[in-house]
């Protein structure tokens, strides 16, 4: 069984056309698969719509979206309180910008760590700080003590994402977490990502513009294209054998390096 399976699924926005538009795509335990395509596409829609979170005005107006066989589009506000976190966690595309500025960083940490499973104090600080690490933030526990406006925009988006990391969701939804970011660290990131994977089973869904990110880490991708998914498929059938010519557009337009522009 899949652990995500989204069908048919329509959302829309107060009085507009819709931003996602009668789309299906199924997940197993422990993939990951990328999203891709054009800014307005619709893919933020439609993870958000997987937590629950639309954004007021948006509304799921058809379609099923089904978690480990349970349509979370008839669940009740608390189910989804207690499924967000514990089982689906979200790193948002301005993570960073969303932490609490007068909280200082170790205590969101443990709150978000503390949603998933109750740990000493100690414990949960060394695997923050080790996370931070992988994130290529030096001065962790610094970092740690610290109040987000002592942070950069880039050390924060990092804290951010390593927060996400760090509860260990069953299904982390990731919208675009490294498109502000260095590219070196970014390489790092999205490393660390498919490490979650490897370590921890994590099946993740991850919103990139990036074809290189999304050929690097996916076992699938699905292609948006103005609120449709306009392909979805194994990585090696869109890489190599996209069948739509926005996606045969979306892959020439990444440079190539040494006569190829995707390692196998
Ligand atoms: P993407 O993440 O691919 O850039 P979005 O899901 O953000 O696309 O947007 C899809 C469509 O929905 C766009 O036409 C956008 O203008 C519209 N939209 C997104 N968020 C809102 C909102 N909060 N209110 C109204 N329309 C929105
Ligand atoms: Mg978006």
Known sequence: ?????????????????PAVSE???????????????????GKTTLIRAVLGLLPPGGKITEGQILFNGKDLVKASEQEMQDIRGREIAMIFQDVGAALDP????????????AVHEKLPR????????????????TDTERVMDSYPFELSGGMKQRVGIAMGMNAQPKLLLADEPTSALDVTIQA???????????KYGTTIILVTHNMGVASYLSDKIGVMCQSRMVEFGSRDEIIYHPKEPYTQKLLEAVPKLGGRRFAK
Request: proline letters at 0%; aromatic letters at 4%; charged letters at 25%.
């Open 1 to 17: 069984m899949s652990l995500l399976e989204i069908k048919n699924c329509t959302i829309c926005y107060q009085n507009g056309r």
């Open 23 to 41: 789309v299906s795509l199924s997940v197993s335990e422990g993939e990951i698969v990328s999203i891709v395509g054009e800014s307005g596409s």
């Open 102 to 113: 007068i909280q200082r960083i170790s205590r969101q940490y443990g709150e978000a760590i």
């Open 122 to 137: 100690q414990e949960y600080r060394k695997r923050a700080v080790s996370m931070l690490k992988r994130m290529h933030l």
């Open 188 to 198: 790092q990131v999205v490393h660390e990502m498919k490490q979650l994977r490897e």
